[in-house]
């Protein structure tokens, strides 16, 4: 674990030194992401492919050493690169659910400079619940807010129900009440 986390840490500095030697404001678009070339996207894929079955047999530790091989075939920058968004989502998962929530946390932020981050409701909501069990309440109704404005409350439905419950405690509803589904 501790290397999992040292991993982490080393890669975010790595990855925001890289952002701010190239003035990164926001992430690209995803529609105007590069293309990975066709031989790395394979091997990456296939990795990926590997650890999101370790993920499947809660073998979590072992997907992230997975995900995080995977990372190191993408080409600099990083952030570029819209396998970027899915890797760092899949290691930020899986930190959550080893209940290693600061890395979760970093990994999800740092995923947020990537293509097709923003905006992604589970993504979204994965940040706010690492930002909930950190004691992070502002950051967590914020990101928890998001997934549910984009989602609805179903994008809760197999998660602990606390997240939903905290969240609208934070938003006023709309005029008339929450409609059916919200």
């Known amino acids: 674990m501790k ?7 080393f890669t975010i500095v790595t990855f925001a030194c890289s952002a701010r030697a190239q003035s990164l404001a926001r992430p690209i678009p995803v529609e105007k992401a590069p293309v990975l070339p066709a031989h790395i996207n394979a091997k990456v894929e296939e990795i990926k492919s590997n650890a999101d079955k370790l993920m499947r047999r809660m073998k979590y530790s072992d997907a992230i050493q997975g995900y995080w091989r995977a990372y190191d075939l993408l080409p600099n920058p990083k952030q570029n ?3 970027t968004t899915h890797l760092l989502a899949a290691i930020g998962e899986a930190n959550f659910l080893v209940g290693n929530y600061e890395a979760c946390r970093d990994n999800l932020s ?10 992604t409701p589970t993504i979204h909501l994965r940040l706010g619940a690492c930002q909930y069990e950190l004691g992070n309440m502002d950051r967590a109704a914020d990101e928890l807010a998001r997934a549910y404005i984009l ?13 939903l419950t905290f969240v609208k405690t934070k938003l006023l509803p709309p005029p008339g009440g929450w409609p059916d589904g919200w």
């Open 110 to 119: 740092l995923a947020m400079y990537s293509p097709g981050a923003i905006g």
């Open 81 to 83: 690169w819209r396998q």
């Open 3 to 9: 290397n999992i986390l040292c991993r982490s840490f």
């Open 151 to 163: 989602a609805g409350k179903s994008i809760f439905k197999e998660r602990d129900q606390k997240y």
